[in-house]
């Protein structure tokens, strides 16, 4: 008999299908202990208007806009009326010299890349051509210069390789990045496209013995991780597959579009409360943690993330790890957020109370 | 005939719902208090007493349901009087001493502010009123007014289920944002049943 009732709630505690959905893993930004490896913070001139050679020096931001005729433009929907055309934001590091020699770094997409070349000047300004080192696929070399007396960095990009997008262009302007937890979002943040989870998604994948699970081609799992199709080989598809699908799952959602409420919260300046949050999407909740690092400056990997953050005017992208000095008070308000995104996951359409 | 098909079905119905119901007890089993509906209790799992009212609440409230499948059984009320009699006193205490008082608690804490916090406070008046009127006109062996007093002491504990259910249909309808959604079922969930309750006691004091 006692075996029976324990059997029979071994057998309940494994139905709880029926109030429950599976919680799906987090896409977290590395632990918080990641040290920023190699990361290089220049020391800046507060000079933002280039007079001299030692005011190139910092970070020049901008958009970082695939060369391609108009034409050509492949846009992706961000959105009922808004798309998003392949351009990232991009930190370009001057980080020192060497008599003609120039050090510095990009961040961009959550890469972060050094490069080193010659800088030249005469009458008119400052010209260099820099190189990214090559073991990367998506290194490349830019050629640009800085006309004196202004502000503005401009120039060109060439990947080594043919990537999908093998030009670029910017015109980048001076930045000094200091953290501010007062810095607001704006605007809101919406799925790319709507489409139904695809029962491939929905359910597991397939295994054929002897065979990796190809239910999408190559072709397609590069263009959804934005990347090469030559990045992609037997040995990393499955773990890029099962990133893809984890992506898929976490994103996949009707409901998944920001509120207004969105804009007049504030993750990082001070603690949120249960009131204030407790009304929120899961999209709302999802947004305004990634906010915190954000403000950190991290750069996002997830495209969806990467677009909403680059449009915020606040926001320079200068870490691919994210940084381990948060503040008591974001760590907590992170901690937050999660019980409720794993509540909102979890029971928000479900047979139950909350 | 019919109303035996539609005893059958809102028998069937019962089941069904109060195993989810014994599904989102279990889900506190072992005990966490950062299983489900607790994780987002944050402030209120801190105070001394609000976890002890929680586990009697939600430990005690599922028997009630049980009282559906018999208690309103002509057949074992009158042929079996002291099944009716024991598994009713079985019902009114558990509720009186355990579930109701725990129900006042927790609605006092209620998620959603004032609007939801007055709802479950009605609720939980309501219900021990409903159950004390039920109690006495027993005793007073006013079987009809016993009956009808009973019929909306057990609607407002039904709320347990329908209140959820509402959540169900309406995020399924609207998706409304998650507050909003609680604020509302807190009302429906047991204003519905009541006027149901209502209903049934009229037509059986006409068809009488």
Redesign the interface.
């Given at each position: 008999m006692k075996n029976l009732v324990l059997l029979s709630?071994v057998f309940?505690?494994a139905?709880?299908s029926?109030?429950?959905d599976s919680k799906s893993e987090k896409d977290e930004p590395a632990s918080e202990s990641v040290e920023l490896m190699g990361e290089y913070r220049p020391e800046p001139t507060e000079n933002l208007v280039i007079h001299a050679k030692e005011d190139l020096i910092g970070y020049w931001v901008g958009w970082f806009v695939p060369d391609v005729e108009d034409s050509l433009r492949e846009y992706k929907a961000t959105g009922e009326w808004l798309r998003w055309d392949g351009s990232n934001k991009i930190n370009v590091s001057i980080d020192s010299f060497i008599e003609d020699s120039v050090f510095g770094h990009s961040v961009v997409a959550n890469n972060y890349q050094t490069f080193k070349g010659i800088i030249k000047s005469d009458k008119n300004g400052f010209s260099a051509i820099v190189y990214e080192p090559g073991a990367d696929k998506h290194d490349g070399m830019f050629e640009f210069e800085i006309p004196s007396n202004d502000s503005i960095l401009k120039g060109t990009w060439e990947a080594y390789k043919d990537l999908k997008t093998k030009f670029r262009r910017y015109s980048l302007s001076k930045r000094i990045f200091k953290y501010d937890a007062s810095n607001m979002l704006s605007g809101g943040y919406v799925d790319w496209e709507k489409f139904k989870v695809p029962d491939w998604i929905a359910g597991d994948t397939i295994d054929l013995p002897g065979e990796p699970d190809l239910i999408m081609t190559k072709e397609e799992l590069a263009n959804n991780m934005d990347m090469d199709v030559s990045e992609i080989n037997d040995d990393n598809y499955q773990d890029l597959f099962d990133e893809f699908v984890k992506w898929e799952r976490e994103y996949y959602s009707?409901?998944f579009a920001t509120?207004g409420q969105l804009n007049d919260l504030n993750s990082s300046a001070r603690l949120l409360t249960?009131?204030e949050v407790?009304?929120?999407?899961k999209a709302d909740l999802y947004v305004l943690r990634n906010s915190i690092y954000a403000r950190h400056g991290y750069s996002f990997r997830k495209r969806q993330l990467r677009a909403y953050f680059d449009k915020q005017d606040w926001y320079i992208p200068v870490h691919a790890n994210i940084k381990s000095d948060l503040t008591e008070i974001e760590k907590k308000n992170i901690q937050?957020l999660l019980?409720?995104e794993?509540?909102?996951e979890?029971?928000?359409?479900?047979?139950?109370?909350? | 005939m019919k109303s035996k098909i539609l005893n059958g079905f809102f028998l069937l119905g019962l089941a069904y719902f109060s195993y989810l119901l014994l599904l989102i007890s279990l889900q506190y089993i072992p005990f966490s208090s950062d299983a489900a509906f607790l994780r987002i209790k944050i402030d209120e799992v801190k105070l001394p007493y609000y976890l002890p009212f929680f586990k009697v609440h939600v430990f005690t409230s599922f028997f009630l349901l049980l009282a559906g499948f018999t208690q309103f059984s002509t057949r074992i009320r009158t042929k079996y009087t002291y099944v009716h009699r024991y598994l009713g006193w079985t019902y009114i205490v558990i509720l009186l001493v355990f579930s109701a008082p725990s129900g006042l608690v927790l609605g006092y804490h209620a998620n959603g502010g004032w609007t939801s916090q007055s709802a479950f406070l009605i609720l939980g008046i309501l219900w021990i009123y409903t159950t004390i009127q039920a109690l006495r006109y027993a005793l007073k062996k006013n079987w009809t007014k016993h009956r009808n007093f009973m019929i909306r002491s057990y609607a407002l504990t039904l709320s347990a289920v329908s209140l959820r259910l509402f959540k169900y249909i309406i995020v399924f309808t609207w998706h409304p944002l998650p507050m909003d959604t609680y604020r509302i079922v807190a009302w429906l969930g047991w204003v519905v049943n009541i006027i149901i309750a209502e209903i049934i006691i009229h037509k059986k004091a006409r068809a009488n």
């Open positions: 709630i309940l505690g139905c709880t029926a109030i429950k009707e409901y509120t249960q009131a407790e009304n929120l999407t937050l019980k409720y794993e509540h909102a979890e029971y928000y359409d479900e047979f139950g109370r909350g | -």
